[in-house]
């Protein structure tokens, strides 16, 4: 009996936390991908995703790894900005490095998507993927908090629909990525 409530103390404490990163992750890397989508306009970008298209799965593998390669010296000097006392830098640094990694991943993931489904394992992981981010959802739409999220996120859309009506722009763009990645 006290191991189950042990159990249940920890996970209650540990969910919160851990779904609040597994999903920030799965946002980013969805919405960015599909706002990196407008990117594709620019004749560069657009010749650069024919290419990454035609890509053989051990290519589009390498492609999909590479921005790890790429943004490793910007990690770096995220701790060069630490270890110089300099934490706010660093942050920054850190933040914007793993902000536009997980875009370009999201992007490099949505182009070269069909090549890498050849891959069992990474229909495994994409499987996995999903299922735990399908339970994540689950379990925060059952939680107290997120039930109180909902409702006052509802009531202080009734308190500002009315002002907020005429306003137009704001975070379009931010919905716009998010419905594209949806599809």
């Known amino acids: 009996m006290r191991l189950a409530l042990l159990r249940r103390l920890v996970k209650a404490i540990l969910l919160l936390p851990l779904a609040a990163i597994f999903l920030l992750e799965d946002l980013l890397v969805r919405s960015f991908g599909a706002a990196m989508g407008a990117f594709a306009r620019l004749a560069l ?25 790429i943004f490793l010296p910007v990690h770096l000097l ?15 640094i850190y933040i914007a490095g793993k902000l536009a ?11 070269c998507r069909p090549a890498l489904m050849r891959y069992r394992w990474f229909v495994r992981a994409e499987l996995w993927v999903q299922r735990t981010r399908n339970r994540i ?26 002002p907020a009506r005429g ?4 975070l379009g763009w931010w919905a716009a990525a998010r419905r594209l990645a949806r599809r």
């Open 137 to 162: 959802h689950a379990a925060l739409a059952a939680s107290a908090v997120w039930q109180a999220y909902i409702g006052l996120r509802a009531r202080l859309r009734g308190l500002f629909a009315g």
């Open 101 to 111: 990694a997980t875009a370009v991943v999201g992007r490099i993931l949505i182009v």
């Open 167 to 170: 306003l137009r722009g704001g």
């Open 78 to 92: 995220a701790l060069w900005a630490f270890a110089s006392r300099r934490a706010f830098l660093g942050i920054g």
């Open 45 to 69: 970008v657009a010749r650069f995703e024919v290419w990454a298209r035609s890509l053989r799965p051990w290519q589009a593998l390498l492609l999909f790894l590479l921005p790890v390669v």
